[in-house]
């Protein structure tokens, strides 16, 4: 990992313009100061990057190709289809970058005890990993709508002796599972390290999340520059709470050629009120979480469920920088219907060989309309984020086949 | 003008504790919630915090998420709250209120609307769970514009160095989160909450309230020997939520609970 002192956002208070900060009671401050603390001083440590770097390379298997999709880059007809293969780090997901840099944290911090929230359960599963790497006991929050839907990753999770808690308050989906860590990190300040999933909550943890995952942008950077001697036009992610997405644009930021375009879950459509699970889109600002960025809510300021088929992305908010790309205009943020997404799937797996996980194949059903506005001569790199194992059973489901 | 300050002054003058009973706006219904809340005053507590509810109390163990569900479920949401307060107001005048809850439905309403919102319905001071002393500067100044407070919560994590931050700037009471965890749950250890109290009151002349987890008289009164005033929420929530379809036998039992709490209170230091 590079230090990158350069960037200047979050400010000192956490937030990227008016989102982010730290919202969160008081048991949790001190906490969430010395982490920040404690964050700001290993990121200019040489031995922890390096330890994080090597750890990357041996253990995640990074980096991750970048491949020429070209067989769908055909099918569309539009500008050359790059996907950068995070599905194929170990646990098959982008998410164990993220585990690695926090759990290694967690170590030298002196924390004993990690717990963490999940919603595909792919966050679950990295942290369960990273934890049994490190001999650490670890607790996964996961509602119990997910616990049904994902049960692979349950498995998957209990196998690397990680504690599974269903929490079956409000939805019982990822926001309750979150609700449900934060009050065992409130329990438990002292020794426990709570090893947010997405590059949302207090800060540092919108920044720290981003960093860990910006070795996804920062590597595409350096492959497609190998590949193609230029920059792309685009850059395409999928957005729940969007730290694939980040973790893709923030190299970018800079390269104002380069646009940034998010895609969130419209699950059954924009148009159908608390049936999707675009927070940009569909959404407008308030405090959830830890920090102010835009959410799903109801007139009285009501957090609503959302829906989406996909359980990662099924989240009624969204990390603050998004926010804040979404009103400068740096990033453009588009949706795809939970149909859209299932088709997309499909496409891809014919395509390509590859089984895209529910959460990116989001992405994928508009990359052919973005392919096609940048035309031939273009070039996107589209981040295939996590591997469709997992949903197998869920795809199985929509399509009405028997498994 | 808060009602706060003469409350506190004339627990004071008798040298004794007040009660503070927890109650959470529209829960079960909003007649019944109305009802409960007029019982408390009428039975001794001093002062009474309204709960507007939430889909997402991160800081509330099961009671209190319980009986956020069962409010929002029957149509409560923070403007209900406001208009219960304000039907309270036309009965009693003098017991004071303060609004506790988190911050997403006052940032919707906006923090200014809000604070008129609540000045007109009565109220005398807002807890926010979520809203530490460094982003509360919107909210505080919108409050103590209108004669209102913004109570900031200290708790066994706030250390010496941060205490003074937490204790800037406010008016009211300093609420004491007597456990390291979520309402409702742990159970305080009286002896570590009295020195936490006696910690406070070399920091800060404002008095102090002693809350989380504090279930009967028995605790009640070991608070009360130090403590200004002893905060009984999920207890008191799960006394009313425990006669289900019956209203009269759920506030007879409010009404009981919550007399046996301020008497233990109200003689913690004579008895």
């Not at chain 1, 400068?328 to 891809?348: H, I, N, P, S």
């Not at chain 2, 009474?48 to 800081?59: K, Q, R, S």
């Not at chain 2, 509360?136 to 004669?147: H, P, V």
């Not at chain 2, 009295?194 to 070991?222: C, H, W, Y």
């Amino acid at each position: 990992m590079d230090p990158r002192p350069a960037d200047s956002l979050p400010d000192a208070q956490g937030r990227f313009g008016a989102y982010g900060g730290r919202y969160v009671a008081e048991t949790l401050m001190p906490n969430v100061l010395a982490l920040e603390k404690a964050y700001a001083a290993a990121k200019q440590d040489p031995g922890f990057l390096s330890e994080f770097d090597d750890f990357l390379s041996h253990y995640v298997g990074r980096p991750s190709p970048l491949y020429y999709a070209e067989r769908l880059t055909r099918y569309f007809g539009g500008a050359k289809i790059y996907f950068k293969r995070d599905e194929l780090n170990h646990t098959g997901a982008h998410k164990i970058n993220n585990c690695m840099g926090q759990i290694l944290l967690a170590r030298r911090m002196g924390k004993t005890r990690i717990i963490a929230e999940t919603g595909a359960g792919q966050h679950g599963v990295a942290s369960a990993t990273v934890a049994a790497r490190f001999g650490l006991p670890c607790v996964v929050y996961m509602g119990a709508v997910d616990v049904e839907r994902q049960k692979p990753n349950v498995f998957r999770m209990k196998l690397l002796g990680a504690e599974v808690r269903s929490v079956a308050s409000g939805g019982a989906t990822l926001k309750d599972a979150m609700n449900e860590a934060l009050r065992d990190w409130v329990a438990h300040v002292a020794d426990t390290f709570y090893c947010i999933g997405t590059a949302a909550g207090p800060h540092p943890y919108p920044m720290m999340v981003r960093d860990f995952q910006s070795v996804i942008g920062r590597e595409a950077r350096r492959q497609i520059l190998e590949a193609e001697g230029r920059l792309p036009d685009a850059v395409v992610a999928c957005v729940g709470g969007g730290s694939n997405a980040i973790g893709l644009f923030h190299p970018f930021i800079e390269d104002q050629s380069v646009r940034l375009i998010g895609v969130e879950a419209a699950g059954e459509g924009l148009h159908v009120y608390n049936r999707h699970a675009a927070a940009l889109s569909g959404g407008r600002p308030g405090v959830l979480h830890g920090n102010r960025t835009y959410l799903l809510q109801d007139a009285d300021g009501q957090i609503l469920e959302g829906h989406s088929i996909s359980a990662g992305l099924d989240y009624p908010g969204v990390g603050p920088e998004h926010a804040w790309l979404k009103d400068t205009g740096r990033a453009e943020y588009r949706t795809a219907t939970d149909e859209e997404a299932l088709a997309a799937f499909q496409l891809c797996a014919r395509q390509e060989g590859i089984l895209p996980a529910l959460e990116p194949a989001h992405a994928l059903a508009r990359i052919g309309e973005i392919a096609q506005e940048l035309g031939q001569g273009g070039l996107l790199i589209m981040n295939l984020c996590g591997r469709g194992d997992k949903d197998i059973f869920t795809i199985a489901d929509a399509l009405g086949a028997g498994l | 003008m808060t009602r706060l300050a003469p409350t506190f002054e004339a627990l004071k003058a008798d040298n004794r504790a007040g009660l503070i009973a927890y109650l959470m706006a529209g829960d079960p219904d909003p007649l019944t919630s109305l009802e409960a809340l007029k019982t408390l005053a009428a039975a001794g507590a001093d002062i009474i915090e309204l709960g507007f509810p939430f889909t997402d109390p991160m800081a509330d163990g099961p009671p209190i998420q319980a009986a956020a569900e069962r409010s929002l479920k029957a149509g409560g949401s923070l403007k209900k709250a406001l208009d219960q307060l304000a039907a309270f107001r036309r009965e009693n005048a003098t017991t004071p209120v303060v609004l506790m809850g988190y911050l997403n439905p006052i940032a919707h309403m906006g923090e200014a609307a809000f604070a008129e919102a609540a000045a007109k319905a009565g109220a005398d001071g807002v807890i926010v769970v979520d809203l530490p002393p460094e982003e509360d500067e919107t909210l505080r100044l919108a409050l103590s514009a209108r004669g209102m407070s913004l109570i900031r919560l200290a708790t066994p994590t706030t250390d010496a160095a941060r205490l003074p931050a937490v204790l800037s700037g406010l008016s009211g009471f300093v609420y004491y989160v007597s456990v390291t965890g979520v309402t409702g749950t742990a159970v305080p250890v009286a002896a570590q909450a009295q020195e936490a109290v006696d910690r406070l009151k070399k920091a800060t002349p404002l008095p102090i309230a002693v809350g989380f987890g504090v279930r009967d008289e028995e605790m009640a009164a070991a608070i009360a020997q130090k403590a200004d005033a002893v905060v009984v929420g999920s207890a008191l929530v799960e006394t009313l939520a425990g006669h289900p379809g019956d209203a009269e036998a759920a506030l007879a039992a409010l009404s009981m609970k919550t007399t046996r709490l301020a008497r233990a209170v109200h003689e913690a230091r004579t008895s």
